[in-house]
């Protein structure tokens, strides 16, 4: 199936030469949640804001739904929603009125019972006649959330959609991005937090200095990091590995004081129980063990410093 | 044509009109009672009568044209500036609308709304002095030009202004002086050779010139030149908004 956005060398310049995008290609398929990780100034918003139109790319092209966003930009528009990462609203308008606004803007009639149920569904309901400016920080988030979906997006951009969020709010939004997936929705998400990635996406891109360093699907990402160390401090420090654990993939470290074992988590048996039989056999008396995960973080980190 | 997003912009416009009705409708109302007393009863009891018309009439088409001329600039300008102040401008970038349907809405309502208090200054001019509108096709016509073609300015004014102050800029310091100069309160032919000559310079003069005419059938400058002008002004505006959507000039980088 082809691809619902497709990205080709994109590139966006500023007249002082400073380049927020350097070429970026990616394919988005209908249907999956994607994440956007990234420092902030690595070009995740400049690559939201020109696939929506609201700056214009240096070179390169997007196309949405098979259509170029120039050319054909009322058609790829009205596929896309977008939640920007700043919260703007109208101060005075009314959260409903907001609603039936922006579903008019994206030239769709006016649907009482769409608009209820969006409010219902966002926990806006009680909210419905109050104005935005009278609303809470996370209220807001939500309207900006309905305003996006007022128009049956077929893919949704959410930039940053839980950062300074509180934690009910974070897993309210998670839950509508589930549900919208079940619609078959395309959502395409930036984020810092990478457990967000973690919970949600499909797939992961990591972007930083205005290139894409990686995309690839979160479980493979994830068996990448699936390794785990698991750190044996030893009572009495040891010289070498006794011949009885040879067998075992060990190291030994920290002046002979800890033994280091390194575990797939995923595998069947991961051979904890049996190596720490197998030292009690050897005489080697434990003071601690922890066990440490190689997480996205740590993958991310080292892809932005690298 | 997105015939939903237009809707959904004039009657969000026009709202807020609503919401602010002190400010939009009743000031520009009060102001213009104001002026009526000054001139109207106080000095124009003094004046004799101009081009056969009693003072306090002669000012009514210059004070409407004065607060229509106010009214449909400020109000475009604000409302396009407002969302471009509060960023809310995103939604209507990333909208399938048309440079021309946001155009039509903004310009649309600011026009609908100076044309509201065109009217009803002269309703209320009617309270204080005897009105006969000879041409009121004319008259109206002249009006909704002039309420679309400053309108048109405003939106101009709203997207080139990148704070406050110069928001206020252009319609203090220009249009203000011009429209002042430009016989709201006289006839040209009431001044010095030399003045009439310049004041030819200044647009406003044929706008209120044409609007007095389809009053009282009399004019500083032939009703043909103050259509044409009317007219010349507002293809400018529009081919400069057409300019600005192109390049995307302050509203797109």
Known sequence: ?306 | MNFYAIRAIYMFEMARTFRTIVQSIVSPVISTCLYFVVFGTAIGSRIQQVEDVPYGTFIVPGLIMLSVLMQSMTNASFGIYFPKFMGTIYELLSAPVSAFEVVIAYVGAAATKALMIGLIILATAHLFVPIKILHPVWMLSFLVLTCVSFALFGFIIGIWAKNFEQLNLIPMLIITPLVFLGGSFYSISMLPPLWQKITLFNPVVYLISGFRWSFFGTADVAVAISLSAIAGFMLVCMGIVWWIFKTGYRLKS
């Open chain 1, 1 to 306: 199936m082809a691809p619902i956005v497709s990205i080709r060398d994109l590139r966006k310049s500023y007249a002082d030469g400073g380049e927020a995008l350097k070429g970026v290609s990616l394919d988005i398929e209908e249907g999956e949640i994607i994440a956007l990780l990234g420092p902030n100034g690595a070009g995740k918003t400049t690559l939201i804001s020109t696939i929506c139109g609201i700056t214009y790319a240096s070179s390169g092209s997007v196309s949405v739904g098979g259509y170029d966003i120039t050319n054909d930009y009322r058609k790829t528009r009205a596929m896309i929603g977008l939640v920007p990462q700043e919260i703007t609203l109208e101060s005075f308008q009314k959260v409903k009125d907001s609603l039936h606004f922006s579903r008019g803007l994206f030239n769709k009639p006016r649907d009482e019972a769409l608009v209820d149920q969006l409010l219902k569904k966002l926990s806006l309901w009680d909210k419905r006649d109050a104005r935005n400016m009278t609303l809470s920080g996370g209220m807001r988030r939500r309207v900006m959330i309905g305003k996006a979906l007022s128009h049956q997006p077929r893919i949704l951009f959410l930039d940053e959609p839980t950062a300074g969020v509180d934690v009910e709010l974070r897993k309210d939004m998670w839950d509508i991005v589930s549900e919208l997936r079940k619609d078959g929705v395309t959502i395409i998400l930036t984020t810092h937090y990478i457990e967000e990635a973690e919970a949600i996406a499909d797939r992961v891109g990591v972007i930083n200095g205005g290139e894409m360093l990686l995309v690839e699907d979160k479980d493979t990402l994830m068996q990448r990091m699936g390794a785990k160390t698991m750190r044996i401090d030893l009572q009495q420090p040891i010289t070498e590995i006794p011949a009885a654990l040879a067998s075992y993939d060990l190291r030994l470290d920290d002046g002979g004081a800890a033994l280091f074992y390194t575990y797939d988590t995923r595998s069947e048996r991961t051979g904890i129980t049996r190596l720490l039989t197998d030292l009690n056999n050897a005489g080697l008396g434990l003071r601690d063990v922890q066990t440490s995960q190689s997480s996205l973080e740590d993958i991310f980190v080292d892809l932005v410093k690298g």
